[in-house]
């Protein structure tokens, strides 16, 4: 889930780089750097979510998503919406992990003592 939020993601923040340029007036070199380089880590970090340290790097990706609500101000919302979707999808992905592993070890419990 956390890499379909990442993806999606990259899309609003590509997308967000005319806004900044037409609406925003911010520089087109600050612009496509910003918003461009947000986009392309949010697509290499989707494919990092394999290890934790993905994850904290995703996390990361947030904060500069909100924080590009400094350059257009609308950001602040998708970037907010966006790592409320992270946030979700972290902690379900969590609580399924929890629940598949204990439902393993019940299995391995029982197929051990021969229930």
């Known amino acids: 889930m956390c890499a379909a939020v990442l993806t999606l993601e990259a899309i609003a923040v590509a997308l967000s780089v005319p806004v900044m340029i037409t ?3 911010v520089s087109p070199a600050l612009a496509l750097s910003l918003g461009l380089g947000l986009a392309v ?3 290499l970090v989707a494919g990092m ?3 934790e340290s993905g994850y904290r790097v995703g996390h990361a990706l947030q904060v ?3 924080a590009l609500g400094f350059l257009a101000p609308m950001m602040f919302v998708v970037g907010g919406l966006f790592a409320l979707l ?3 999808a972290y ?3 969590r609580k399924i992990e929890r629940e598949r592993a204990e439902a393993f070890a019940e299995y391995d419990r029982r197929r051990e003592s021969g229930e």
């Open 23 to 25: 609406i925003s007036d």
């Open 41 to 43: 880590l949010c697509v």
């Open 49 to 51: 979510l394999r290890r």
């Open 64 to 66: 500069g998503a909100v």
């Open 86 to 88: 992270w946030g979700t």
């Open 91 to 93: 902690g379900l992905g």
